[in-house]
């Protein structure tokens, strides 16, 4: 009686053990699905905030090339030879530089940014750079602030960005670029310093990155046109 009971014992936590691995297998699998099908998710938004961000820095009527597809790639071996990608930050590694142009005239450069240092982890922007060094607008497309104190640095939740349009390297001085709390020019949040500290630096670095490599980059700009007028493909974005 007593070995037919451990032999029913046995069978029952066998039976138990296989059902637990079969459910860790199912929700491993199910959790997996998840990650994939929410990186791929992720990613589109990014694309589709980096679209319409490029439109709201250089309006579509100021354009007339291709915009999304007349650009710089940034992470080559090349590039990373040639310029000081570290003024950028730790930008993704489909970075690229977007050359705005009407009539074949080269207006702005739209540089991708990344300020490693906000409140919670890094935050990426574009930076609209005129040819003359001023900036054209700053947007920002992907962050993890605090919603309703770090998060203020997007252009729907408040006007703040809008304060670098038309500032460059000498408007204001040097020691004008950090937030008010620190002796400069820009607004900081009430309850929220660090965030748009980071994002003020973060476009000062822009600028710099600018300044540093602009004939390298206007000279850049003709051949990318070249590149982008060889390829049929056009990418329309809807705002």
């Known amino acids: 009686m007593e070995q037919q009971e451990n032999q029913t014992l046995s069978s029952s936590i066998a039976r138990n053990a296989i059902g637990l691995a079969l ?4 929700t491993a699998g199910v959790i997996g699905l998840v990650q994939v099908m929410s990186a791929d998710r992720i990613a589109t938004n990014i694309a589709e905030a980096q679209a319409k961000a ?3 820095i250089t309006p579509k009527e100021s354009v007339d090339n291709d915009l999304l597809n007349d650009v710089l790639p940034l992470t080559t071996a090349e590039a990373q030879k040639r310029f000081n990608l570290k003024l950028l930050g730790p ?5 690229s ?3 705005a142009k009407q009539n074949g005239e ?5 540089l991708p940014a990344v300020a490693p240092d906000g409140y919670t982890t890094h935050i990426s ?6 040819v003359d060094g001023t900036l054209a607008g700053v ?9 309703g104190l770090g998060d203020k640095v997007e252009l729907k939740k408040s006007k703040w960005v809008l304060g670098f349009d038309g500032k460059s390297l000498t408007a204001p001085a040097a020691d004008k670029w950090k937030v008010k709390k620190d002796g400069g ?4 949040f009430t309850g929220a310093t660090i965030t748009p500290r980071a994002v003020v630096n973060a476009v000062k670095k822009a600028l710099h990155f600018y300044q540093q490599h602009k004939d390298a980059l206007l000279a850049a700009s003709a051949i990318a046109d070249t590149a982008a007028s060889a390829d049929p493909s056009a990418t329309e974005v809807t705002e």
């Not at 080269?106 to 739209?110: A, E, F, K, S």
């Not at 947007?139 to 919603?147: L, S, Y």
């Open 23 to 26: 459910f860790a297998l199912v």
């Open 54 to 56: 490029l439109y709201q």
């Open 91 to 95: 930008i993704a590694s489909d970075a």
């Open 97 to 99: 530089v977007h050359f």
């Open 106 to 110: 080269l207006h702005t450069l739209i």
């Open 125 to 130: 922007m574009l930076v609209g750079i005129k």
């Open 139 to 147: 947007r920002i497309i992907e962050h993890r602030e605090t919603p």
């Open 185 to 188: 020019e820009f607004d900081q």
